[in-house]
């Protein structure tokens, strides 16, 4: 073993390690033969304001994969990331859910929805990220203004003023910003403080035991003053009951997406939706 033969020594037989990259270079040749054969799709889950209209939907990827049938983030992205193959993806889903947001702004039915867009830190980072969003909002004639980007806190580990600066350029070109599972990861109220935010987006793990958990309510009503406190607005995620949604409506929450409106939909069952919900 490798611990054996000195702190300093590498193993290269080690099995174990053998079967992790194995499974590391299947997973990469896997994701890049979905990218090839457009395997990915977007579903919509819709965002509703404090009187239950639909404002707009968070896009969602899914994998359809050939063998495995439709796989959730939680079982490629992380890869994606590693392998830095999040590039072509994400940038897949910027022009697919702008495409969609062009088109959704072109109906008079459809006209007032936002889009919400969820952005990994390496995609971020990446030097053409700025290029690449006003590229896509350029060419498919999607309004920068109903376009919100999610942004984890895990962002801000490095580089902050370089993330600031390509925040500010996209804000003035009419970008929104929301700050995603807010209170998972590594806030700083210095940092909060100076990002050209709009939302914060509180963590379904508050939600959850929101009406159990003292201290989740506590921690919830906390988000909800700061947010206040620095005309920031909330969203909350994974609402699925109204006794949820009630806690928050009365402590002043601005928005809400989870299974209690809905779950996340295909883009034709999204327009079913809103049309009932539209008409009701
Ligand atoms: P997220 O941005 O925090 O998205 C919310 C997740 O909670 C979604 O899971 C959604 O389906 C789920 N959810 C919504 N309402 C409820 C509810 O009422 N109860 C419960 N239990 N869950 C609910 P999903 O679709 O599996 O996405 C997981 C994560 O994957 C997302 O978390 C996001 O971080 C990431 N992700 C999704 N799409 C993209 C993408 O296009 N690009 C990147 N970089 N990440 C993405
Ligand atoms: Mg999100
Ligand atoms: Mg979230
Ligand atoms: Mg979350």
């Known amino acids: 073993q490798a611990k054996a033969s000195g702190r300093n020594a590498m193993c290269f037989f080690d099995p174990d390690m053998q079967e992790v990259v194995n499974v590391r270079v299947v997973l990469e040749s896997d994701l890049r033969r979905g990218l090839e054969k457009k395997e990915f799709l977007l579903h919509y889950q819709p965002q509703v304001d404090g009187n239950g209209r639909v404002t707009g939907a968070e896009a969602l990827v899914r994998w359809q994969h050939s063998r495995r049938g439709l796989l959730p983030p ?29 088109a959704w702004s072109a109906r008079p039915e ?18 053409d990220f700025v290029d ?38 996209l804000k003035t070109r009419g970008v929104g910003f ?41 921690i919830v009503r906390a988000i909800l003053v700061l947010a206040k406190s620095m005309g920031l607005s909330v969203i ?12 928050l409506a009365q402590h002043g929450c601005d928005a809400y997406q989870g299974y209690l409106f809905s779950r996340p939909l295909t883009f034709e069952q999204f327009e079913v939706f809103y049309s009932r919900k539209d008409t009701a």
Not at 139 to 162: I, M, Y
Not at 236 to 247: D, I, L, W, Y
Request: glycine share 6%; with cysteine; hydrophobic share 40%.
């Open 132 to 169: 690449q969003v006003l590229s896509a909002l350029d060419h498919t004639g999607a309004d920068p203004q109903k376009l919100k980007l999610e942004l984890t806190e895990n962002l801000l580990v490095h580089n902050v003023e370089d993330i600031i600066a390509k925040m500010a350029t």
């Open 178 to 218: 929301a700050l995603d599972d807010f209170g998972t990861g590594y806030s700083s109220l210095y940092y909060l403080k100076r990002l050209p935010l709009g939302w914060l987006k509180i963590d379904q793990s508050f939600i959850r035991e929101l009406l159990t958990d003292p201290h989740d309510a506590t």
């Open 110 to 127: 459809t006209a007032r929805l936002n889009m919400a867009i969820n952005v990994s830190p390496r995609q971020f980072r990446h030097p």
């Open 74 to 102: 939680a079982e490629f992205i992380p890869h994606a990331e590693e392998s830095g193959l999040i590039y072509p993806l994400g940038h897949w889903v910027l022009e697919t859910a702008c495409s969609q947001l062009s």
């Open 236 to 247: 909350a995620e994974g609402v699925e009951t109204n006794a949820q949604k009630s806690f």
